[in-house]
């Protein structure tokens, strides 16, 4: 009888261990998991879509934040630390990225030096008015004359999902094969929404909408409409009294309804410009970032391209 005991006692030790020891393995992989960390939210979105369920993708700047204004917290740092990756655009178009390198080991995979970007050059005249800036110092975008808005144009964001796809494989290579499907699963929806735009623009009675803020250079490029802007690159920037008065000519010249503001970005001279001028405002995303009430409702950067889209073919005009 103690024997037999004895022996029950032995195979619940037994069966205590194992349980004790899956559980442990249940929980080690999420101490130990793959993680990529990224700055603005298009990175964030194409980075999860690659990476899918094998990567833990974490955000620097959270919904709601303004990314022209973003600085790193001690807090972000000590979480880059323990990171394999940082995805960014780069100290061109994100300069405050520059100082990381020296301030934590973290990989860095820099984005922008593979894009075709959209320097103040090769925009139309209009763009080269003096915007007076509420935070100058801080936009060093600004001064090497390069939009930062790189994910409005759609040929970029296939290659900016190719280069992270291409990086997230040599860090992990035993997900290479799922990475790469995965981002040709977006490149082809990119390529969908680059034909919906191709045909939507493609007959518009107008060719210039008016917007807050400049933001969409490279969609300009792309389909070849002008989008006059109330501010500068940069979604703080403030206009003169001599670019209101341009703009009102402008405005009734060319007979605009609408006046085109980011949900992101509060404009108190996009509203009083709309209300003296008899304008509706409408939305139109930047995308840099999304608001919780977006995240809430699950709306992604694909579907707020989409909307974008009905948005100008409405302030063009379009058939």
Request: proline share 4%; hydrophobic share 40%; glycine share 6%.
């Amino acid at each position: 009888m103690k024997k037999a005991l004895l022996l029950i006692v032995i195979v619940l030790f037994v069966l205590f261990a194992v349980l004790v020891y899956q559980k442990s393995s249940d929980i080690s992989p999420a101490k130990q998991e793959h993680t990529v960390v990224t700055t603005i939210y298009p990175i964030y979105f194409m980075t999860k879509e690659i990476a899918g369920e094998h990567v833990n993708v974490k955000r620097l700047i959270k919904p709601g934040s303004e990314i022209h204004s973003f600085s790193p917290t001690p807090a972000n740092m000590v979480e880059l630390d323990k990171a394999d990756l940082l995805i960014t655009l780069g100290k061109e178009l994100e300069p405050w990225t520059g100082k990381l390198s020296a301030a934590t080991h973290v990989e860095i995979l820099s984005l922008g030096e593979g894009l075709d970007l959209v320097r103040n050059s090769e925009q139309s005249p209009e763009h080269h008015a003096e915007h007076k800036s509420e935070e100058g110092s801080g936009h060093q975008q600004h001064r090497a004359g390069i939009d930062p808005h790189v994910w409005l144009d759609i040929d970029n964001n296939r290659k900016i999902v190719g280069m992270i796809s291409r990086r997230l494989s040599v860090l992990y290579p035993e997900y290479s094969t799922q990475f790469e499907e995965n981002a040709l699963k977006m490149q082809a929806k990119s390529k969908t929404v680059q034909k919906a735009y191709e045909q939507g623009l493609k007959q518009c009675a107008k060719h210039t909408i008016l917007v807050a803020h400049d933001a969409f250079g490279y969609m300009e490029r792309a389909y070849g409409f002008e989008a006059e802007s109330i501010m500068g690159v940069f979604a703080n920037s403030r206009p003169d009294a001599a670019k209101i008065a341009e703009l009102t000519k402008m405005i009734k010249e060319k007979k605009l309804r609408y006046l085109f503001f980011d949900p992101m970005v509060s404009s108190k001279s996009a509203s009083q410009l709309a209300h003296d001028m008899n304008l509706t405002l409408e939305p139109l995303y930047t995308l840099g970032n999304i608001s919780l009430e977006n995240e809430k409702k699950d709306e992604n950067f694909l579907m707020l391209l989409y909307f974008n889209l009905k948005q100008l073919r409405k302030g063009l005009e379009c058939r």
